[in-house]
């Protein structure tokens, strides 16, 4: 019988746990999305849940009403396991089967491990232990929750880097198999020559982008906005870091979603991700496009639009 994986589809922190049920899971079936798409998928996928023996959700946590549903319930209860890090969602640790984890004795942690530390009890499966795989899974939490060792950090960013050129599918199916055939982890020739082409071409758009940030105040919080497409939290690091009257930077992506990112200690995104519908960390957190907006702006533009029906 197969299993199912509901985890995040922006980064290699949902990635990983692709890559693990390929590793070690028999026959899974994968469903990627954004965070605001986690309640329908899950009630989609707990409709039909007798076609699965293990339902994950990773990286990613849906809201208390599912929770709610799911404690409610003998079967689903003994048959969905979330393995999140976002601190927003951690009042949900209170269902058993709930683990909302973003520390961890001064670690932070990230879906990526909170999930492997328990595949590796739950399989017992030596590759899970593989230096090739633990290395990666270093750096994707360095990455995802910006907890650098100093000198892993630079590897950590070429890691995430790869993701945006090789693109999710090739990335999952590429390192499934470093890990199978490698011992250690190690970036090829071919990968680094095209990561510093990418390097350039990264920092060419973000200081594009820096040109284009505006200031504003949101609930008297100075804010920086900027509409990109990539490159979302360098991006969003540039602007705390090199505005230093900015304490929250907003990137709004228009097919996706919007960012929040901050580097202040006393600054916390959630007061304006919250109120937005969204969350996340102290530093970095998202809310969703509201509905129609697309429409609205070519409205804006072209004021007798007819839409086709
Ligand atoms: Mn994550």
């Not at 390192?175 to 055939?181: I, Q």
């Not at 949101?218 to 490159?231: C, K, L, M, S, T």
């Not at 200690?265 to 530093?283: F, Q, R, S, T």
């Amino acid at each position: 019988m197969k299993s199912c994986l509901i985890t995040h589809i922006g980064d290699p922190d949902g990635a990983f746990p692709i890559i693990f049920c390929n590793l070690v899971l028999e026959n899974t079936e994968f469903f990627s999305c954004e965070v605001d798409e986690v309640d329908d998928i899950t009630n989609e996928v707990l409709s039909h849940h007798e076609d699965y023996k293990k339902i994950y959700v990773v990286d990613l946590c849906f809201s208390e009403e599912i929770a709610i549903k799911i404690n409610n319930d003998d079967i689903l209860k003994n048959k969905v396991l979330v393995f999140d890090h976002h601190a927003s969602r951690e009042p949900l640790n209170k269902y058993p089967f709930i683990k909302v984890l973003s520390e961890n004795n001064g670690r932070k942690e990230c879906g990526t491990t909170v999930f492997l530390e328990y595949l590796q009890e739950f399989t017992n499966n030596k590759i899970l232990y593989k230096n090739s795989l633990t290395e990666m899974v270093e750096l994707v939490r360095e990455l995802d929750t910006y907890d650098f060792i100093e000198d892993k950090k630079e590897d950590a960013f070429k890691l995430g880097d790869l993701y945006n050129i090789y693109g999710r599918d090739n990335y999952i199916e590429n390192y499934t198999n470093f890990v199978k055939n490698n011992d250690y982890f190690f970036f090829t020739e071919f990968e680094d020559k095209i990561l510093k082409i990418e390097k350039d071409r990264k920092e060419r758009y973000i200081d594009e982008k820096l040109e284009l940030v505006k200031k504003a105040t949101i609930d008297g919080i100075p804010v920086g906005i900027v509409f990109a497409e990539r490159y979302r939290s360098d991006l969003g690091h540039a602007i705390v870091t090199k505005m230093p009257d900015v304490d929250i930077a907003i990137i709004i992506n228009i097919d996706r979603s919007v960012s929040y990112r901050a580097s202040k200690n006393e600054v916390d995104v959630n007061v304006l991700a919250i109120p937005n519908g969204g969350g996340g960390h102290k530093h970095a957190g998202g809310s969703a496009i509201p509905e129609g907006l697309e429409e609205k702006i070519v409205e804006y533009i072209f004021k007798d639009i007819k839409w086709d029906k």
